[in-house]
T-cell receptor, first 113, second 113 residues
């Protein structure tokens, strides 16, 4: 089966600019996650969707980050405005449902200058 | 919230030796503990997981043990090979497989030929 797809793979922006990332989960997977992985650290969960509803977004910096999964399939994560500390790899993952293992996408490496 | 600590941060072994990575967690309600392998520039990949109703699980050269009383779990790799070189992350969650993973900080394993 096809894996989790993400685009773009790399993005370089200046601070205070906006950026958006896209994720297409594995077909049929109801649960979708966005993680932030800062260099040298483990992934940190930002937001979890179950179909098109938010399950948990307690660690999402809502003043600048937003995410949506309007039709319960693809998802976008947006940062507006970006800060230097947002430089990281943004990983999308999906699972069949909340009780099943998570599969990760290749990630988007964001550099904020 | 959950806190997962992982040790050591780096581990160097000779090919053929065993490697052990240890993690502790803080939330006694956590019941699912996966281990992910991440090669440089690639996505995290699930290599083995364990649920709180078992104490040990093996898959060929990889095993995971869980001590619920002490709230720690370990990854054991036997007969290490150069291709085992990667960063390994442990994680914990309360909702079986899919619910809000909290990751440890990672262990960089280097297997010297």
């Amino acid at each position: 089966e096809a894996g989790v797809a993400q685009s773009p793979r790399y993005k370089i922006i200046e601070k205070r600019q906006s950026v958006a990332f896209w994720c297409n989960p594995i077909s049929g997977h109801a649960t979708l996650y966005w993680y932030q992985q800062i260099l040298g650290q483990g992934p940190k969960l930002l937001i979890q969707f179950q179909n098109n509803g938010v399950v948990d977004d307690s660690q999402l910096p809502k003043d600048r980050f937003s995410a949506e999964r309007l039709k319960g399939v693809d998802s976008t994560l947006k940062i507006q405005p970006a800060k230097l500390e947002d430089s990281a790899v943004y990983l999308c993952a999906s699972s069949l449902d909340r009780t099943y293992e998570q599969y990760f996408g290749p990630g988007t490496r964001l550099t904020v200058t | 919230g959950e806190n997962v600590e992982q040790h050591p941060s780096t581990l160097s072994v000779q090919e053929g030796d065993s490697a052990v990575i240890k993690c502790t967690y803080s939330d006694s309600a956590s019941n699912y503990f996966p281990w992910y392998k991440q090669e440089l520039g690639k996505r995290p990949q699930l290599i083995i997981d364990i649920r709180s109703n078992v104490g040990e699980k093996k898959d060929q050269r990889i095993a995971v043990t869980l001590n619920k009383t002490a709230k720690h779990f370990s990854l054991h790799i036997t007969e290490t090979q150069p291709e085992d070189s990667a960063v390994y992350f442990c994680a914990a969650s309360k909702g079986n497989a899919g619910n809000m993973l909290t990751f440890g900080g990672g262990t960089r394993l280097m297997v010297k030929p």
